[in-house]
């Protein structure tokens, strides 16, 4: 039976909403709400509305860490690999949006950082061929390195921003499938790549094995852009069972849903709630 195993950072995520155009060096009239992220952390819990999956990760001993780990337990995401290290501060990631979108995002990826390759060997021993890895770049190369060189599973990566990807360029034959947007694209794109998916934000191209096609819907308005992302890759994954245009058909509700909810990755309630015929989607085979 397929297993799925998530390497990556947790946080908490801090994400101020301005009324109208934020305004730099001023104080902006906001809602600001405190709530979990990170994208190992996102990628995971997004899994586990459709399947259980285990998160190995690293968490500091923060009352709010603690009800994270609580969360995930609630959400079929198995916890009991994630180490918890009582000398690091909490892991934050700032998102500041406005009527534009994301104004500026500030990420605190020290605990990801924390991970070494020891606190990464029964996760390992674990893994089958038959089995899904996911690895975001938010943790050391030399941590990844060793994920991608010693899984015997199918291998995904979020490159997460260009410059955490810059530093893994060189392993990217080891990945069968990346999920990048176009800036980090361009960084890659040079290298050796397998299977891939360029998010654009209302759509995407997607080049895996025979399966060359882009894609794009009706723009949505977002109530809180953070881990729309992460939702749309896990859920692509989770559901690549069934066909890859059905999973991405799925991918898009969800990611749909991660957008018009306050948190980063939304209740199955709500991804049940979107009409996907509603969104329009357009699909072109790529030459």
Request: with cysteine; glycine share 6%.
């Amino acid at each position: 039976m397929r297993k799925y195993y998530v390497f990556g950072g947790v946080n908490i995520d801090i994400v101020a909403k301005v009324f109208g155009k934020a305004s730099i060096y001023e104080s902006n009239p906001s809602t600001i709400t405190l709530s979990y992220g990170g994208v190992g952390r996102n990628i995971a819990r997004a899994i586990g509305n459709y399947d259980f999956v285990e998160l190995i990760s690293a968490v500091s001993r923060s009352p709010l860490f603690g009800s994270l780990l609580s969360d995930l337990h609630d959400h079929n995401v198995g916890t009991h690999m994630i180490i918890s290290d009582p000398s690091m501060d909490n892991s934050i990631y700032l998102d500041i949006i406005d009527e534009r979108g994301v104004v500026i995002g500030a990420s605190d990826t020290k605990l990801a950082e924390k991970i070494k390759k020891e606190d990464l060997i029964e996760a390992m021993m674990l893994i089958t061929k038959d089995d899904v890895v996911i690895v975001d770049t938010n943790l050391p190369h030399d941590v990844i390195k060793y994920i991608l060189t010693h899984s015997k599973g199918y291998n995904c990566m979020d490159a997460v921003s260009s410059k955490k990807l810059e530093k893994v360029l060189d392993l990217l034959e080891c990945v069968d499938l990346l999920k990048v947007n176009e800036y980090e694209y361009a960084v890659a794109k040079d290298y050796l790549i397998n299977d891939y998916i360029i998010t654009k934000g209302n759509g995407a191209t997607v080049h895996i094995g025979e399966f060359n096609y882009s894609f794009t819907h009706d723009t949505v308005s977002p109530v809180n852009p953070t881990g729309c992302g992460d939702t749309f890759f896990a859920t692509f994954i989770v559901n690549m069972k069934k066909g890859i245009k059905e999973a991405l058909i799925e991918a898009v509700r969800a990611a749909t849903a991660s957008a018009l909810s306050l948190n980063a990755v939304p209740e199955m309630e709500e991804i049940k709630k979107i009409d996907v015929s509603k969104l329009n989607i357009v699909w072109r085979e790529n030459d």
